[in-house]
């Protein structure tokens, strides 16, 4: 072997040590990401790009339902939003035709009709678009005012959003239902604002999408920074996926403020009647009266629901899983946090009339009929059975405002 030989066997070591390094690593990121497929997909029922995720930011509301949206346990792979961003099948028709009389129901995840996955609760699927309280209530209403309204058609379209609070019903009316010229708007809601019990400033203490993520923003957030940073790559990688929901676990753990949004318990020991009053006034009192100047203006009625809770339900008529339920709610809420409810729920028809705000209280929907029916996923969300009853005890009341409404020409 000559030496020309030598020195060029020792110029190709560098060459094939830098390919056995490029396939090694190649091997070790395959292998990470399959890890992470496996992880994304069979742990966190996830997929690549927006398809698995329920909400998109909104600039105006905080989030929106995302028209892709489809998970394989929770919605059985099939979508159960509108392109026109409702929890709908269809397109809704616009301009409205002048044969239909259209309702909107609002609300949060209860009214939307979410599941439940990986908490101190049953596994359960979000429900489809015909087990929502909106469809029963729509086929309830059909029904009952068929002969009243011939050739009229109603609608009910579900325009629930998960963990939106009242102020942000007005913002969505603002933002875009008065383009689909609403006849009626129903609410159903509670939970998430009405026992907000010492927060001053309702819309400043919301800690929830993109209303924390200005501030994260505004501050340079270092989780908020990378969570922000991976979420263009995490479209294509499932590792990437993998860490910008870690980041975003992160974010969300250490970097939104920790504000009061479940109502102060100490008010029981107060004068807790003026506190929750106060709280009202500058809350979910304000944006109802603020939804009606709109209805004044845009030609449409409303009405409120406070829905249900199973802490408020007699366990006595109870199936056992919604007893079950139950008890795993009263651990699972801080001290006093049902006393609160139950405190509250008490002032508020007086609240309601005084603001001339129509309310109807269906925080109870068990009995000694429906024993056999489990009625609850967890908390407040409901089966399709529970959303059968929700609706019924809607239905005399939404045919009574309907009557004082106006009806298409």
């Not at 990121?29 to 966190?44: I, M, Q």
């Not at 920790?258 to 009647?273: C, E, H, M, P, W």
Request: one cysteine or more; hydrophobic letters at 35%.
């Amino acid at each position: 072997m000559s030496g020309n030989d030598d020195v060029g066997m020792g110029r190709m070591r560098p060459v094939t040590k830098f390919f056995m390094i490029l396939i090694y690593a190649l091997f070790l990121f395959l292998l990470v990401e399959l890890l992470s497929y496996f992880t994304v997909v069979y742990v966190y029922d996830n997929t690549l790009g927006n398809t698995a995720e329920r909400h998109l930011y909104s600039s105006i509301r905080g989030h929106k339902l995302n028209p892709d949206y489809q998970r394989g346990f929770d919605t059985g792979g099939q979508r159960i939003h509108s392109d026109q961003g409702f929890r709908h099948d269809t397109l809704i028709e616009q301009p409205k035709p002048d044969d239909t009389f259209r309702i909107f129901l609002m609300g949060g995840s209860t009214a939307y009709a979410i599941g439940s996955q990986g908490s101190i609760y049953p596994d359960h699927p979000t429900l489809t678009n015909q087990e929502t309280v909106a469809y029963f209530l729509q086929q309830d209403l059909r029904e009952r005012l068929g002969d009243q309204m011939p050739g009229v058609t109603i609608e009910v379209i579900n325009a629930g959003v998960v963990a939106y609070h009242s102020f942000q019903h007005v913002l969505y009316l603002y933002e875009t239902l008065y383009e689909y010229s609403p006849d009626m708007i129903v609410f159903l809601d509670g939970h998430n604002d009405f026992y907000n019990v010492g927060v001053d400033n309702p819309v400043q203490s919301y800690a929830y999408s993109s209303a924390r993520m200005i501030d994260a923003l505004n501050d340079r957030k270092p989780f908020f920074s990378a969570y922000a940073f991976l979420r263009y790559p995490a479209q294509y990688s499932y590792t990437f996926k993998l860490a910008s929901k870690f980041t975003q676990g992160l974010f969300d753990r250490y970097e939104i403020p920790k504000n009061i949004t479940y109502g102060d318990v100490t008010a029981l020991q107060r004068d807790f009647s003026a506190e929750l009053a106060q709280t009202a006034k500058v809350g979910f009192l304000r944006n109802y009266k603020l939804i009606e100047t709109f209805g004044d203006y845009h030609g449409f009625c409303y009405h409120v629901f406070l829905q249900p809770e199973v802490v408020y339900e007699d366990t006595n008529v109870l199936s056992e899983t919604d007893r079950e339920i139950a008890q795993l709610t009263r651990d699972w809420y801080k001290p006093g946090r049902e006393d609160l409810m139950h405190r509250a729920r008490v002032d508020f028809p007086a609240l309601f009339e005084e603001a001339n705000v129509p309310f109807t209280d269906i925080a109870e929907i068990g009995g000694p009929l429906h024993k056999d029916k489990v009625l609850y996923v967890d908390y407040t969300h409901l089966t399709p059975e529970g959303s059968k009853l929700v609706a019924a005890r809607m239905l005399p009341v939404v045919a009574e405002r309907i009557s004082q409404c106006k009806t298409p020409s």
